[in-house]
């Protein structure tokens, strides 16, 4: 792993904030790698104690920001994933009464250390899948005020945890103060696409990045590039809302973007986009009485590349 900027996991933060000193600033469209390295600290301790209320240390915290020269509001910023690189192990945890399977885990939490070696990950003594490494966790910093790393998301990002943040993927983001600041966390080894638990195979690790500008290009919500799609992100809620806005961004995308025609648009869209739930952490505010449920959706929209040719 080569990289011009090394940022170490002493570095993580536990919210995105305007109000955050940059740890690095960068010309954008030069090229220069970018490496951040990410913490499974909160995760080892909770294993060690077994218990969430001895636990102190932060809770997915996300490294940065990176102030990146020339961005202002409403423009985008283009973050590359070049790589990501594991360590030699992951953790499963169960936390009570989060995630879909709270009511058949019970009261009391659990955790395994996950083994992760010649690209696989040991999930059971019999069972072991691929690695599939991705960042949970990215976003650039709210006009005002903090977003959490945890929930929900928002519209510069945040806990999205979404599988095709990988590496090859580039991240369309959202600028909302000058410089956009940039941070990223929450490495998974590998994750089910909806993340049922509300935890993935989670691990530490570095994700290795570059930043291009789009100026005044603004987006309303992210969106990622993959070598054979494009995906856009839906934030709302109920989820039928959520699902009408990214299919809405999709069809600007098509129709304002690309010159399609409105009623071209609505067809293919019909024949060729597929819509799925991304990750467990919604999109509005949860009760402060219960802050691991989330409310409203994540939800993910992929246009097929070959419709653009």
Not at 258 to 268: E, K, L, M, N, Q
Request: hydrophobic content about 40%; glycine content about 12%; proline content about 8%.
């Amino acid at each position: 792993m080569t990289v011009d900027h090394l940022l170490g996991k002493e570095l993580g933060k536990g919210a995105f904030r305007a109000d955050e000193e940059p740890v690095l600033r960068i010309a954008p469209g030069t090229g220069e790698r970018i490496g951040f390295q990410t913490s499974d600290a909160w995760y080892a301790q909770l294993h060690e104690l077994q218990a969430l209320d001895r636990v102190t240390e932060q809770v997915n915290p996300v490294t940065g920001p990176v102030y990146v020269e020339g961005a202002e509001p409403g423009d985008t910023l283009a973050v590359t994933v070049h790589d990501i690189v594991l360590g030699e192990h992951g953790w499963s945890v169960y936390l009570p009464a989060v995630g879909a399977l709270q009511r058949r885990m019970g009261g009391e939490p659990m955790t395994r250390r996950v083994p992760l070696e010649d690209g696989f990950a040991q999930l059971t003594e019999t069972v072991s899948v691929p690695v599939a490494p991705m960042i949970g966790c990215i976003g650039t910093a709210p006009a005002e005020g903090s977003a959490s790393t945890v929930m929900p998301s928002y519209a510069g990002g945040g806990n999205m945890d979404l599988t095709d943040c990988a590496p090859g993927t580039t991240v369309h983001l959202p600028v909302e103060v000058d410089g956009a600041l940039l941070s990223l966390g929450d490495i998974h080894a590998v994750m089910a696409r909806g993340e049922s638990s509300f935890v993935a195979i989670e691990a530490a690790g570095t994700a290795v990045v570059t930043i291009d500008l789009l100026k005044a290009r603004p987006l309303r919500a992210p969106r990622l590039e993959t070598s054979g799609e494009w995906l856009f992100v839906g934030l709302g809620d109920p989820v039928q809302e959520s699902i009408a806005r990214g299919y809405e961004d999709m069809f600007d995308f098509l129709v304002k973007d690309h010159g399609w025609s409105p009623a071209d648009a609505y067809v293919v869209m019909s024949a060729a986009a597929h819509s799925e739930l991304g990750g467990p952490t919604g999109s509005e505010q949860p009760d402060p009485l219960h802050p691991m449920r989330p409310v409203g959706a994540v939800t993910v929209h992929r246009l097929p590349k070959s419709v653009l040719a």
